[in-house]
């Protein structure tokens, strides 16, 4: 028995430690699940509402003493302030404001260039490498997966370095459909769609000056032996079932933080495995704009811009089906960037209370209501 004790102490204290690791880096997915899964042996629970410490300097707190835990706490609750959790984490706050900047900058609306420089880097680097790609396997020096996973890989990296800032859309028709689920200010959208564009025009003219106007620039158009029909076809369904992997990855019901880049970025790869040899797969009306405008060739363009915008409206009505009305604070923060007030802290701080069951998401409190009437 003094065994067992002495072993549940020692995972006690690795917890302790592994919560100040994961809070020091402002939520490190695997370090929580980790964390998540000592307690659960330590203490059969997996409530950290009460005992989160709030800092390694600080020490652990007491139960139930945590700033903002009575925010989250007990059957009864809800739903969560987000200002209320705010300071519950002064660390971690500290860390995301090394990383982001000043709150008050990036609340400031004047200051809107920083997500349309994002917007315009990640959409630069995503076409780079998948008209890069593209150009590169129509010469035989990379092989097909190399060149369809090249993209997803790439969009998974845009989305962990820098979604927070502009929601990494890279796409207009993600933009189209963030707006239209009410997670994006419609304000923004013509700025997104520009940016995006110009984004893409200067990827592939970096490309044109580095290997010449050769292979279309990577442009994707409907392969050999399928018409634009086809083509078309495959991009509206492949664009929609994107579109919904991004609408359900940022939604509150679902929000897994930092592994949303996982479900984007594995998906992108994988439609591209079996669809490329249909229509180049590319569910981007951006990614095909660049190469279509620097080479010169609009064979078959009308494609990829109907197939994407398509697409992106059937995934708008899946989501509605799924999941209601969009708008909640957690998925304007994935939609429309960290940067809008109150949005940081409404991303980083109630996804653990919704695995924990203390808070239902807004969009599903209404269903839950319902049920329980029901019974």
């Not at 609750?77 to 090394?98: C, I, N, S």
């Not at 349309?116 to 990379?142: D, Y």
């Amino acid at each position: 028995m003094g065994q067992i004790t002495r072993f549940q102490e020692g995972l006690r204290r690795v917890a302790m430690i592994g919560e100040g690791f994961a809070e020091d880096r402002a939520g490190l997915g695997v370090a929580i699940l980790i964390v998540k899964l000592l307690r659960w042996c330590c203490w059969g629970d997996l409530d950290v509402a009460g005992n989160v410490p709030v800092s390694r300097v600080d020490g652990p707190a007491a139960p139930g003493n945590a700033p903002g835990a009575d925010a989250a706490r007990g059957p009864a609750a809800r739903e969560v302030d987000p200002a209320a959790l705010g300071t519950a984490f002064p660390r971690t706050h500290h860390v995301l404001q090394l990383e982001f900047g000043d709150r008050k900058d990036f609340d400031d609306p004047r200051l809107e260039w920083r997500r349309l420089f994002s917007e315009l880097l990640g959409t630069f680097a995503l076409v780079l490498v998948a008209s890069g790609g593209g150009l590169l396997h129509a010469k035989g020096q990379i092989s097909l997966a190399a060149a369809v996973v090249a993209p997803g890989l790439m969009v998974m990296a845009i989305i962990l370095f820098m979604g927070a800032v502009s929601g990494a859309h890279l796409n207009p028709g993600v933009s189209l459909a963030f707006a239209l689920r009410g997670d994006f200010p419609w304000k923004r959208v013509p700025g997104y769609v520009v940016i995006q564009l110009i984004g893409a025009t200067l990827a592939c003219l970096f490309l044109r000056w580095v290997f010449g106007n050769v292979e279309h620039l990577g442009a994707t158009l409907p392969g050999p032996g399928y018409k634009n029909w086809q083509a078309l076809l495959m991009e509206i369904v492949l664009t929609a079932l994107l579109v919904s992997v991004i609408l359900g990855t940022a939604s509150a019901a679902q929000n897994v933080g930092a592994i949303a880049a996982l479900g984007v970025g594995g998906y992108i790869a994988l439609a591209g495995l079996w669809a490329a040899p249909v229509s180049g797969v590319s569910m981007n009306s951006a990614r095909s704009f660049g190469p279509a405008l620097v080479s010169g060739d609009w064979t078959s363009y009308w494609v990829y811009v109907a197939g994407p915008i398509a697409g992106a409206l059937i995934a708008v009505g899946f989501a509605m089906v799924l999941r209601g009305r969009g708008g909640d604070a957690m998925s304007r923060a994935a939609g429309s960037g960290k940067l809008d007030k109150g949005a940081l802290t409404a991303k980083a701080e109630p996804s653990e209370d919704i695995d924990q069951g203390n808070v239902v998401p807004p969009d599903t409190a209404a269903d839950s209501d319902a049920e329980q009437s029901g019974q």
